[in-house]
């Protein structure tokens, strides 16, 4: 699950207060929203805002107007904490010439470092971890009345499968809904499963309902979200660790991630479906298949690997091999010969030694994917390899292993998007292309970004695109 670091600039976004001003609950006081890290922190901050909705606030893009700023972090790698604290700095300058203004951190960074940024850095008046949202009127509320206010506490239970989200800079065309929460995985790098919890999945029922009322709204594309979409599970309630306990018809008539997505393409046959992230020990041939069978869920998986070496992948704490990797590709490719695959590398993990970066590049040229997210490896305090694993790779070795994982990459990405010149693909308008208002923007099925002139479509118009160039990272063409 990635996202841009920062909130998305979209020139066609509304800039303005984009909620309920005129909400009978309303009571004058604005919050300002941004959303730092991976796609679930930008989709919780929907979550959030129709909390405080709720509770008489609404939304606004501008910081002038705003009685309440909350910044949604990420605590992946050092670099995004430090991305937010200088933000909180920030704020904390606009809170001396304002001194109403108060300042919340949510998300990861507040699960992480807890009441630390309210007593050693005070720098915030609110904190508030991932499940503890819905106490945020009455945690608004104590910072309304002097009081600094604090929740951290992790839910077993908590899918805010109740909650409306209100859509925050939505382009009405394409929205993210959560299918499951927190990460039961532990991979030794990763704080995931520190700041956001045990996984737990969603009520199917909530999930189509939401969808259906997205539908209802216009929007045409949904991404099923979650850590590891592939193990999700229903059974009629209960944490997915009791299913040894559920009876017999509930553990019959339990819902999987493939029935779920069979559930959501017949729901909603117009609306296109992408789900992210995929977790290669989980990925099921019976979601392939459904892929297979239903031609509005997008042929494209992100598929993590971080490494291509066995000792790494052991250390990581990947529950495959490289060669189990490999397989899970070749029957990914048999199924679904034209799917988009992209990845997650992590350069300079503990330990690697240059035939293991080796290893990386070659299962790379193996798969060759349409792109990826790569990343030099990041300490997290309290993580397992933190604890174990001495961080023992110079950082120009990190950046130099890197350099050669993004080059690689892009000569793959350029490979892919080469293969579909000449070829017509369908297309979503998403927006106007960033580099000309002539132009409209869009992604095919791969999850590719693909240009072409406006004529006359319009955002949220299925257009059929003959490619007839490309770069590494985008096609370009002409509607057909
Ligand atoms: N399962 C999640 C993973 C979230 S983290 C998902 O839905 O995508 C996203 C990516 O960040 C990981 O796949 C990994 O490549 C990278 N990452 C996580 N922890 C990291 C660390 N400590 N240092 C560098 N990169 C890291
Ligand atoms: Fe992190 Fe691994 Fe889960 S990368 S989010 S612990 S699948």
């Not at 909130?7 to 004058?28: C, E, F, S, T, W």
């Not at 971080?306 to 060669?323: F, I, K, P, W, Y």
Request: include cysteine.
């Amino acid at each position: 699950m990635h996202a841009k670091t920062t909130q998305p600039k979209d020139p066609n976004l509304y800039n303005g207060d984009v909620l309920n001003v005129h909400d009978p609950k309303a009571n004058g006081k604005k919050m300002y929203i941004e959303s730092y890290g991976c796609q679930m922190n930008f989709s919780d901050s929907e979550i959030v805002a129709s909390i405080l909705a709720d509770a008489g606030y609404s939304t606004t893009n501008d910081l002038k107007h705003a009685d309440l700023v909350l910044v949604n972090t990420c605590s992946i790698r050092e670099k995004a904490e430090q991305t937010v604290r200088n933000r909180l700095e920030q704020f904390n300058s606009v809170k001396k010439s304002n001194p109403k203004l108060k300042v919340g951190v949510l998300g990861c960074m507040a699960e992480r470092l807890k009441s630390k940024f309210l007593e050693e850095e005070k720098i915030v008046d609110l904190v508030a971890g991932p499940d503890a949202y819905k106490d945020l009127p009455s945690l608004v509320k104590e910072v309304e009345e002097g009081r600094d206010a604090v929740n951290v506490i992790l839910s077993k239970e908590e899918t805010y499968g109740d909650i409306r989200p209100v859509r925050l800079q939505s382009n009405g065309v394409t929205a993210f809904v959560s299918i499951t929460r927190g990460c039961d995985n532990m991979c030794t790098f990763c704080v995931v499963p520190f700041t956001r919890g045990r996984e737990r999945s969603r009520d199917p029922k909530s999930i189509i309902k939401e969808i259906n009322d997205l539908a209802e709204k216009g929007y045409k594309e949904v991404t099923l979200l979650g850590q590891n979409v592939d193990s999700y599970l229903w059974y009629g309630g209960g944490p997915k660790k009791d299913f040894r306990k559920a009876s017999d018809l509930q553990k019959k008539t339990a819902i999987t991630f493939d029935k779920l997505l069979d559930m959501v393409a017949i729901e909603q046959p117009k609306m296109r479906f992408r789900f992210s992230t995929s977790n290669p020990q989980d990925m099921t041939s019976d979601v392939l298949y459904v892929m297979q069978k239903h031609k509005n869920i997008c042929n494209y998986i992100h598929l993590p690997v971080q490494s291509g070496s066995d000792r790494v992948l052991e250390a990581m704490n990947r529950q495959h091999t490289r060669a189990e990797y490999i397989e899970l590709i070749d029957h990914i490719r048999a199924i679904l010969p034209d799917c988009g695959i992209s990845q997650d590398m992590i350069s300079g993990f503990p330990n690697e030694t240059e035939e293991d970066h080796q290893d990386t590049l070659s299962l790379m040229d193996y798969v060759k994917y349409d792109f990826g997210f790569m990343f030099m490896y990041s300490e997290r305090p309290g993580t397992p390899a933190a604890k174990k694993l001495e961080d023992n790779i110079p950082e120009s070795v990190k950046k130099r292993r890197l350099q050669e994982v993004v080059a690689k990459q892009q000569q793959h990405g350029l490979y892919r998007t080469q293969q579909f010149v000449g070829k017509t693909v369908e297309v979503l308008i998403e927006k106007e292309s960033k580099k000309s208002s002539e132009h409209w923007s869009g992604r095919n099925q791969q999850n590719t970004v693909v240009v072409f002139p406006k004529e006359n479509f319009t955002v949220g118009d299925f257009v059929n695109v003959k490619i007839e160039s490309c770069t590494s990272a985008t096609l370009i063409g002409k509607a057909v």
